[in-house]
């Protein structure tokens, strides 16, 4: 059947559909130890509610969609990415991990497959008229404005975190008894360090401003496709946040793409309206530095690497180039399907140069030289000429680009059936799908230095979703 006006009232099933879709933007479990609990595991229920909701709503309709042809190639592009995840993990040095994901960051099989079937989900939602899309849209509206208004009191005391330990500091016991413990003062009881604040209703501000950039920028296309004063205060409210989280890839993932705009589409009618949200930023940056200035947030320059040295611009960028450098010289090493989700961290210890220019990296334990094995127990292990094996040190999970995350986790299969799903989506979006749009080149923008985690790309896989929306259903909102 085509797709119905929405009812005036909102059906229970709608109703709980909205509420799993809120939970999967802005969820957390105050009573959780550790990022995986407190973080991860409530969107994960959100949207595997989500997805149950939306196919028992579909399946239990008396007539069907007949609109369900045009995203087949979509559709069978992620099921490539998803089965060439299954295969990198299956083949992985370490599938466990490259299933369960890392902990702070959940974004391993389990979470694609969970996301794959998240965004076709939203698709059937909102084309079979099970959630209106005026709905849709006031859902994460409020996701935005939830976010950001849990930012600002953190930038006044960076140990406000919204969990049962709230403003204890972490201690390290080494004995069952708990007489032998260790306080660092500069992390929170929940694992968070101080560095990391303001995060939001994430486990890192990196993660937060992502998902102030993504929601600010669905709220723009909003705004932009049709005008409404009331928008502006929000997307101020979201800019003042996102500038407060002190980090850059989300403020160029928000204003690039609207400074675009600006420039370049001169033919869009709303181009107006795009100085309006940049002049927000502009404002919303003023009370940033206001703020700074008076000492109540720390004040970050934008782009201080610009005609730095590598060394320098390494160190502005907290060592992105190196970490680049490495993934570069990995991806020859397993090409096709990769090293498992969260492939870096696997492939890490097989491009450190260990018993040369990096052997100060080597643990003080062991005697060079020193080679690198994949253990029984398939961990990845550092032996050295007497036998004593310890686990390779890989200080980071990401190479924060997700394009070489992407292909050192599942390959360059996996990498391009991904790609492909993304390139269709955009290839066919029109102006009535502009905000989802605006979405997708924003989390393109973002990933350019950080990476997929479970608290920002579900946002970027329900506008995968919705972009294949026909356009009358988004013109009815």
Request: proline share 6%.
């Amino acid at each position: 059947m085509g797709q119905s006006l929405a009812p005036s009232r909102p059906t229970l099933l709608e109703g709980v559909l909205l509420l799993s879709l809120l939970a999967a933007l802005t969820a957390i479990n105050p009573s959780g130890q550790g990022h995986a609990e407190i973080w991860n595991a409530p969107r994960e229920a959100g949207m595997t509610a989500f997805v149950l909701l939306a196919l028992l709503g579909v399946l239990t309709r008396k007539s069907g969609p007949t609109h369900l042809g045009k995203p087949f190639l979509a559709l069978l592009a992620s099921l490539g990415f998803l089965l060439s995840g299954i295969a990198a993990t299956v083949l992985s040095p370490q599938p466990i991990w490259s299933f369960t994901g890392y902990p702070s960051v959940g974004d391993g099989l389990r979470f694609w497959a969970l996301g794959v079937a998240f965004a076709w989900a939203v698709y059937l939602a909102l084309e079979t008229g099970l959630v209106s899309p005026k709905r849709f849209a006031a859902a994460l509206f409020l996701g935005l404005a939830l976010h950001a208004l849990a930012v600002l009191p953190q930038v006044v005391n960076w140990k406000l975190d919204y969990t049962q330990t709230q403003g204890q500091t972490y201690v390290r016991c080494f004995d069952v008894a708990k007489s032998q413990c260790q306080e660092n003062p500069e992390a929170t009881a929940s694992g968070v360090h101080g560095g990391q604040m303001p995060i939001g209703l994430t486990s890192h501000r990196g993660h937060a401003a992502g998902v102030l950039a993504l929601l600010g920028l669905f709220l723009a296309g909003q705004y932009l496709s049709r005008p409404n004063p009331k928008l502006l205060f929000l997307f101020a409210l979201g800019s003042l946040a996102l500038w407060l989280t002190q980090t850059r890839g989300g403020w160029l993932a928000l204003w690039i793409p609207l400074l675009s705009l600006g420039l370049f589409g001169a033919r869009y009618k709303q181009t107006q309206g795009v100085w309006k949200l940049l002049t927000i930023g502009a404002l919303t940056f003023g009370a940033y530095w206001g703020l700074a200035h008076l000492q109540l947030a720390e004040f970050r320059r934008v782009l201080p690497e610009l005609g730095a040295g590598f060394t320098e611009a390494n160190a502005y960028s907290s060592g992105r180039l190196e970490l680049w450098q490495k993934a570069l010289a990995a991806l020859p090493l397993r090409p096709l399907l990769g090293w498992g989700f969260d492939g870096f961290a696997r492939a890490y210890p097989y491009v450190v140069d260990w018993n040369g220019k990096e052997k100060s990296r080597v643990p003080i334990a062991l005697t060079p030289p020193v080679q690198v094995i994949q253990g029984e127990d398939r961990l990845i292990y550092l032996e050295d000429a007497k036998g004593l094996r310890l686990l390779a040190p890989s200080p980071y999970a990401k190479a924060h680009n997700w394009v070489l995350d992407l292909l050192l986790s599942v390959g360059v299969l996996g990498g391009l059936a991904y790609l492909l799903w993304l390139g269709l989506t955009l290839g066919q979006a029109t102006w009535e799908k502009l905000p989802w749009v605006l979405v997708l080149v924003g989390y393109i923008l973002y990933g350019l230095t950080w990476y997929d985690s479970v608290h920002v790309t579900p946002i970027a896989l329900l506008a995968l979703g919705a972009s294949w929306v026909r356009n009358e259903v988004w013109q009815e909102a």
